[in-house]
């Protein structure tokens, strides 16, 4: 094991969410992207998410044993053969597995309690499949009157208009917030936090980090009506 990868729980769990974003961008937000990629007459390829976010089809690794554990061999092979939804589910089954398989190889030092620490912190976020069939967002997604869940943030009425979150200012926040708990973000995995602006699509109804759609609490203001990059690409096409 190289003196460059991650020990300890907080570590492995560090490269486990950097690799699971990486992933769940591939297939959501850049979705297209990535399916064109999957060209079937290419040879085996693999889909890999890397400790700096970003995501990568290319060929397994030369060297035998390799470095770390290998993702799914082939995925490019059944693109065509299968219902697109299907096929993206399946490569979202096997990414899961991988991300697994590769934390527990860092973690082949921890001990018991660690390794439990770790499943734990791992368990917290959603599973890539829960990402990409949008299981989670489904089960745990606000109401509309829930709003966003940034104490500095605002909320979408009924009508479409920003107007102030009353749940800053009320003693329901507390258990708003807890009923929201397991809300995610629908770019990059990503659970709820209360110190960070989140915006909901008015359309699709997912539920976004600010900073991952680029959007601010002062421009969030401003819109009306917001349609997240998901929706944005389902309308150009």
Not at 44 to 73: D, R
Not at 188 to 209: K, L, M, T
Request: net charge negative; with cysteine.
């Amino acid at each position: 094991m190289a003196s460059s990868s991650p020990r300890t729980v907080e570590e492995i769990f560090k490269d486990y969410n950097a690799r699971h974003s990486a992933l769940v961008r591939a297939l959501t937000y850049d979705v297209d992207d990535f399916y064109s990629q999957c060209d079937p007459d290419k040879e085996n390829l693999c889909l890999y998410g890397h400790p700096n976010e970003a995501w990568e089809v290319a060929l397994p690794a030369e060297e035998v044993p390799p470095e770390l554990p290998e993702p799914a061999l082939g995925i490019n092979f059944a693109r065509d053969g299968m219902n697109r939804k299907d096929w993206l589910s399946l490569v979202a089954v096997h990414s899961d597995c991988w991300l697994l398989s590769v934390a527990f190889y860092f973690g082949a030092r921890l001990n018991r309690n660690e390794r439990k620490r770790l499943f734990s912190m791992i368990n917290d976020l959603p599973t890539i499949f829960e990402v990409v069939t949008g299981r989670k967002q489904v089960k745990d997604k606000p109401t509309v009157e829930s709003g966003s869940k940034s104490r500095n943030s605002t909320k979408r009425s009924l009508d479409g208009q920003p107007r102030n979150n009353p749940k800053i200012a009320d003693n329901s926040y507390k258990e708003d917030e807890e009923e929201q708990v397991d809300t995610f973000c629908g770019i990059c995995g990503g659970g709820y936090n209360s110190d960070e602006f989140w915006i909901g699509c008015d359309n699709c109804e997912r539920w976004y980090h600010g900073k991952c759609v680029k959007i601010t609490p002062a421009k969030a203001e401003m819109i009306k009506f917001y349609n997240c990059p998901l929706c944005q690409k389902k309308v150009r096409q």
